[in-house]
T-cell receptor, first 113, second 113 residues
Framework: NAGVTQTPKFRVLKTGQSMTLLCAQDMNHEYMYWYRQDPGMGLRLIHYSVGEGTTAKGEVPDGYNVSRLKKQNFLLGLESAAPSQTSVYFC????????????FGEGSRLTVL | GDSVTQMEGPVTLSEEAFLTINCTYT??????LFWYVQYPGEGLQLLLK?????DKGSNKGFEATYRKETTSFHLEKGSVQVSDSAVYFC????????????FGDGTTLTVKP
């Protein structure tokens, strides 16, 4: 009963390094999203995808790239990490726009030194 | 654009007290409304939802009613327990815009025995 799985769960980077966060869902959902959560700021949408092979920018896309080569996977990349990208990242998926319910992963805590 | 404003925290209550967390929203369309709960170290999970005006969502003793006239979706529980201690997020989903969700900043609830 996996649902949405994120890897890695923790990562420490130095400024300028690159990394990729992987999100995998086993619910056959069309829609997938990447959010970042910062203290006192709720969740902010970084990028999203409405289906395999599609991606679009959210509220705070700068410094991030994404890919959705397979329906079940949604990758979030940081090409050159900055301290401002220290955050907790959540992936979510949705299979029904009428209800709009999101299913979340457990989060990935990223620290950029 | 869409926005969600929820009561600032933190909120501290004694066990068996009555809980209200206020949430108001602005949206151009007819969004679905949600309350999500986040326990320490975990991702968000759906607590309850309402998809149209006057709908009441309920789960685990929590309730919220979709009030279009006051653009509100206040969360209530008649008798809180220590296990209800968590962060609560109000959110709306624009069903006409790729299901993108907008979140409030979150309210931290601590229930003391």
């Amino acid at each position: 009963n996996a649902g949405v799985t994120q890897t890695p769960k923790f990562r420490v980077l130095k400024t300028g390094q690159s990394m990729t966060l992987l999100c995998a869902q086993d619910m056959n959902h069309e829609y997938m999203y990447w959010y970042r959560q910062d203290p006192g700021m709720g969740l902010r949408l970084i990028h999203y995808s409405v289906g395999e092979g599609t991606t679009a920018k959210g509220e705070v896309p700068d410094g991030y790239n994404v890919s959705r080569l397979k329906k079940q996977n949604f990758l979030l990349g940081l090409e050159s990490a900055a301290p401002s990208q220290t955050s907790v990242y959540f992936c979510a998926s949705s299979g029904n726009l009428n209800t709009g319910e999101l299913f979340f992963g457990e989060g990935s805590r990223l620290t950029v030194l | 654009g869409d926005s969600v404003t929820q009561m600032e925290g933190p909120v501290t209550l004694s066990e068996e007290a009555f809980l209200t967390i206020n949430c108001t929203y602005t949206a151009t369309g007819y969004p679905s409304l949600f309350w999500y709960v986040q326990y320490p170290g975990e991702g968000l999970q759906l607590l309850l939802k309402a998809t149209k005006a006057d709908d009441k969502g309920s789960n685990k003793g929590f309730e919220a009613t979709y009030r279009k006239e006051t653009t509100s979706f206040h969360l209530e529980k008649g008798s809180v327990q220590v296990s209800d201690s968590a962060v609560y997020f109000c959110a709306l989903t624009d069903n006409t815009n790729a299901g993108k969700s907008t979140f409030g900043d979150g309210t931290t609830l601590t229930v003391k025995p």
